[in-house]
T-cell receptor, first 114, second 112 residues
Framework: EPEVTQTPSHQVTQMGQEVILRCVPISNHLYFYWYRQILGQKVEFLVSFYNNEISEKSEIFDDQFSVERPDGSNFTLKIRSTKLEDSAMYFC????????????FGDGTRLSIL | KQEVTQIPAALSVPEGENLVLNCSFTDSAIYNLQWFRQDPGKGLTSLLLIQSSQREQTSGRLNASLDKSSGRSTLYIAASQPGDSATYLCAVRDNAGNMLTFGGGTRLMVKP
């Protein structure tokens, strides 16, 4: 069964450094998403992306965050200057077009900011 | 703003029991509701998706119901097995956009 794949599985970064999290969505999906889950808290929506632009974003997704689809397969989340509170599990998801399609999630990248 | 709540937060049952997990949401203007399973340190596995026009969906030993007007969904697991031990999350997609709003999850342990 097709899967969403994320790399790396664990990323350790010094505070203030830039980090890029990578995702390969399911190949025929056109909607892409990033969510995060701080340890012990709910999964929170960050951003959705369609047709090479952001379609929706949450209050969390401020100027420090950006997303990109640099080629036909990858979808990336960049955090420009990481803070301690950015430490979380980051999940990528994708879905087929249409309002009634399920979102499929990857295994996540655990980001640890030191 | 949509709020999703799951009760109980944790549940421990002996193997073989039938069980019900509850999910409630505050805004009934939803497109659909999705149930996920999350194993420790892993991603989210989609279990069932119920559209707003549906009352229930079934997959194997799992049955999910939706009462949109009252803002409730239940996940019924029949004949539970130790392999069902995981955290179960519900998430709703509002009419207004693509984002999913998640509940805090129910951590299920099925003892042999």
């Amino acid at each position: 069964e097709p899967e969403v794949t994320q790399t790396p599985s664990h990323q350790v970064t010094q505070m203030g450094q830039e980090v890029i999290l990578r995702c390969v969505p399911i190949s025929n999906h056109l909607y892409f998403y990033w969510y995060r889950q701080i340890l012990g808290q709910k999964v929170e929506f960050l951003v959705s992306f369609y047709n090479n632009e952001i379609s929706e974003k949450s209050e969390i997704f401020d100027d420090q965050f950006s997303v990109e689809r640099p080629d036909g397969s990858n979808f990336t989340l960049k955090i420009r200057s990481t803070k301690l509170e950015d430490s979380a599990m980051y999940f990528c998801a994708s879905s087929e077009p249409g309002n009634h399609q399920p979102q499929h999630f990857g295994d996540g990248t655990r980001l640890s900011i030191l | 703003k949509q709020e999703v709540t799951q009760i109980p937060a944790a549940l421990s049952v002996p193997e073989g029991e039938n069980l019900v997990l509850n999910c409630s949401f505050t805004d009934s203007a939803i497109y659909n509701l999705q149930w996920f399973r999350q194993d420790p340190g892993k991603g989210l596995t989609s279990l069932l998706l119920i559209q707003s026009s549906q009352r229930e969906q079934t997959s194997g030993r799992l049955n999910a119901s939706l009462d949109k007007s009252s803002g409730r969904s239940t996940l019924y697991i029949a004949a539970s097995q130790p392999g069902d031990s995981a955290t179960y999350l519900c998430a709703v997609r509002d009419n207004a956009g693509n984002m999913l709003t998640f509940g805090g999850g129910t951590r299920l342990m099925v003892k042999p």
